[in-house]
């Protein structure tokens, strides 16, 4: 079966359709960054979410996958730390209200070398975090990884692959 994974981001958002061999199809969505206008980052939220939602209508799929967001993992604090677990709370209370099913992974379990049974590998990182993904994905034996246009589709389809590698069932 198939999953939706999504990396959300206030500024860019990731998504990817995932069988276990291989990318199906993504989406980058992206916007200008908000800055500490909360009615901004509301809307933003509003139609970050209607985008993911429109995206997995007419895809079946098992799971929706979200990258959760802790402060404090590989130096993301910033003043804008709000802005992902913010978005991340609106994607799940719509995607309970669509009565999908989803997992929250974090990214400290998903892409820390340093974490057990992480999809990137020190090896993977020796030369940054962004190519670390991509030699994550290659590394997994999918197919259509080469060409994923972003960081954050490549953070979304390692989200995916994690779930297949650990899925119980």
Known sequence: MNV???DPGAGHTGLAYVSELSVICYKTI????IRND???LIDRARRITQQILAFIADKPHEMVIIEGYTGGFAGRQNAFSHQTPFLCG???RAL???GEQYVVQLSSEVLNP???????????????????????????G?????NLPNDHVRSAALHACYYFKNKQG
């Open 114 to 140: 340093r974490a057990k049974g992480s999809m990137v590998s020190y090896e993977d990182s020796a030369n940054g975090r962004n190519q670390a993904k991509q030699n994550a994905l290659k590394r997994s």
């Open 90 to 92: 609106y994607i799940i």
């Open 142 to 146: 999918w197919r259509n990884v080469d």
């Open 30 to 33: 992206s916007g200008p960054p």
């Open 96 to 98: 309970e209200h669509a």
């Open 4 to 6: 939706i994974s999504v």
């Open 38 to 40: 909360k009615d901004k």
